[in-house]
């Protein structure tokens, strides 16, 4: 081929390669993943089944706050008239360790909160409607199990498979101006690159505008404040944000479960 080319006129050859050029512009582009939006007739068929809108809610908790809010955000959407499925987000540091930390083991809720492993990803993820992010704070972003999490997602990106399913986030942290907003926000990230709509809960919960006692939780979502030690535990306000960020959540999704039919 390329002696053809340097035996020929000047004009035939920019004629060849041009040719040639646009032959591996199409190679190229046909190469490229092709998003899937989740309308294969096996998804269509599970959509179909449902008679109302599944919530997942997805958490990481050493300590229990997280999984006290989780388990109040759960009472919200089943208040909004939605399926609710909870789960742990798989625990990446030994049991001694945990032990070491004065942790609970994922073990002792693993009947009621199953433990989310990588092989049960991509179809908890995908049948569900709308997911909710639970995770503690590590220096004001998402905690390294859940981050571990969305790394592996990968294939459900390449898929384009969370493509427009509504998601919020909620949080803890050990103090006040512990890094609540900016784990939020840097969790955004993780929807955007999905394709992910973030629901924030803004102020329509009156609690988050109440200023006569220490709470966590603001607009991007229901938060509580752990304590340097983890003593303090989810106080009544913030499980009151929680159960409002659950049904907030459950009205949202409803609302595009009914507008898909």
Request: with cysteine; aromatic share 6%; proline share 4%.
């Amino acid at each position: 081929y390329l002696n053809l080319t340097l035996s020929i006129s000047l004009s035939d050859s920019l004629s060849l390669s041009l040719s040639l050029s646009l032959h591996l512009l199409v190679v190229r582009i046909d190469s490229l993943p092709r998003p899937s939006v989740s309308n294969t007739m096996a998804d269509e068929a599970k959509q179909a089944e449902k008679t109302k809108p599944l919530i997942v809610i997805v958490y990481h908790s050493i300590w229990g706050h997280i999984r006290t809010l989780a388990e109040e955000i759960e009472k919200g959407v089943k208040e909004a008239g939605c399926d609710v499925a909870v789960y742990q987000v798989q625990e990446t540091l030994p049991d001694e360790v945990i032990k070491k930390m004065y942790g609970k083991s994922q073990s002792e809720y693993a009947d009621k909160h199953p433990i989310l492993t990588r092989d049960k990803l991509a179809d908890v993820l995908t049948n569900a409607d709308g997911i909710l992010f639970g995770t503690g704070t590590r220096f004001g972003m998402m905690s390294a199990q859940t981050k571990s999490l969305f790394d592996n997602t990968g294939g459900l990106w390449m898929k384009g498979a969370l493509i427009g399913k509504p998601a919020g986030i909620f949080f803890s942290t050990g103090c006040q101006n512990g890094g609540q907003e900016t784990t939020a926000l840097t969790a955004v990230t993780q929807l955007t690159h999905h394709g992910m709509m973030f629901v924030p809960i803004g102020y329509g919960c009156a609690d988050l505008k109440n200023n006569e006692e220490v709470h966590g939780g603001g607009p991007y979502g229901a938060g509580t404040i752990a304590g340097p030690n983890g003593e303090r535990q989810p106080s009544d306000l913030e499980k009151r944000i929680a159960q409002y960020q659950g049904k907030y959540m459950g009205g949202v999704v409803t609302k595009l479960f009914k507008g898909s039919k």
